[in-house]
């Protein structure tokens, strides 16, 4: 079993920065694909970054150039860097793992991903 617990969220006003951070314990093999969703209300959940198990990052276009996805070096603590965060940013943010012993391929639907955080709240206001 993996447990994953987000921290970090919190409102920001636009053009403002929150790191976001996800601690993985349990049985997460350190070359697992992670990566960070958001769900605004009325949205589908969409990924926003992932990082693979040789360290490839993936963003969606809106967040290229502000958000920087980063694991530790122990590869138990997953970030995101937001920067120049913008309204359109708020949402519930939620750390995701596919627990592979070595997850090289770019995983982006939501049911890829076995396990889940239970989120952290990131509201920016204008």
């Known amino acids: 079993q993996v447990q994953l617990v987000e921290s970090g969220g919190g409102s920001v006003q636009a ?6 951070s996800c601690a993985a ?14 769900q605004a209300p009325g949205k589908e959940r969409e990924r926003v970054a992932g990082i693979n198990g040789d360290g490839r990052e993936r963003y969606v276009d809106s967040v ?18 937001m920067n ?12 995701a793992a596919k627990n ?6 770019d995983y982006t639907r ?3 991903y076995s396990y889940w955080g239970q ?4 509201t920016v206001s204008s």
Request: hydrophobic share 30%; with cysteine.
């Open 100 to 105: 592979l012993i070595w997850c090289r391929a």
């Open 15 to 20: 053009g403002g920065s929150l790191r976001l």
């Open 64 to 81: 290229k150039g502000r958000f920087t996805i980063s694991k530790d070096s122990a590869k138990t603590t997953l970030y995101l860097q």
């Open 110 to 112: 939501p049911s890829d």
């Open 25 to 38: 314990s349990g049985s997460i093999y350190t070359k697992a694909c992670m990566a960070w969703f958001r």
């Open 119 to 122: 989120g952290t709240q990131v």
């Open 84 to 95: 120049t965060l913008k309204p359109d940013d708020s949402g519930m943010y939620y750390c």
